[in-house]
């Protein structure tokens, strides 16, 4: 396990860091144990050929930026959150994709990852938008966005293909003016960036 010495941001518990190829043995047997967590919702690469291709698409491609949230002291990843299809120019974008790691679930773990990953987006990247497509059943989703200060702005039917299927999502999103906007209290708690 890693050291916090790597952080891009810590925040109390948790600090996040870019994927390596070398995070492959510990983060596909999180992967693997994590299948009931992740259910119809998400599939995150379970085998090094997998979690390969994945981790150099975050690596290499300058419209993704992958972040593991991984606990403080010991390093244990507990999550991650991908910043994808980043637009630049007049739009400043990106969407959000995440999931915690079973063993982190509900621990509030993923809550500090998102705001440190919400602060790097919009100070270090200067995005100016980050979108969330949630599945409307994903409850734990729907609040850790809401939580962060996510708004729901609509409804796309068949909107992406996850579990065999097309699935409904719900739109949230957040500026970095409404993220600005929720003061000190939120930036605070999103630690420091190293």
């Given amino acids: 396990m890693r050291t916090e010495a790597g952080f891009l941001a810590e925040g109390p518990r948790v600090g996040i860091r870019h994927f390596t190829l070398e995070d492959a043995a510990e983060f596909t047997a999180l992967a693997a144990s994590s299948r009931a967590l992740h259910g119809p919702w998400l599939a995150p690469p379970a085998d090094p050929e997998s979690y390969a291709t ?27 959150i991908n910043i994808n299809n980043v637009v630049e120019g007049a739009f400043l974008s990106g969407a959000l994709g995440y999931g915690a790691f079973a063993h982190a679930a509900g621990r509030g773990l993923m809550g500090e990852g998102l705001a440190l990953v919400l602060r790097y987006a919009f100070g270090t990247l200067g995005l100016h938008r980050l979108e969330a497509n949630v599945q409307p059943a994903n409850a734990g989703s729907i609040n850790l966005v809401r939580r962060a200060g996510f708004r729901l702005e609509g409804y796309s039917p068949d909107f992406l293909f996850v579990d065999g299927a097309w699935r409904d999502h719900e739109r949230w999103a957040v500026t970095t003016e409404m993220w600005r906007a929720r003061g000190t209290k939120d930036a605070g708690a999103a630690g420091r960036t190293g």
Wanted: glycine share 14%; aromatic share 12%.
């Fill in 54 to 80: 994945y981790a150099r698409r975050l690596i290499e491609e300058p419209t993704r930026h992958g972040f593991l949230v991984c606990e403080r002291g010991d390093g244990r990843i507990a999550g991650f």
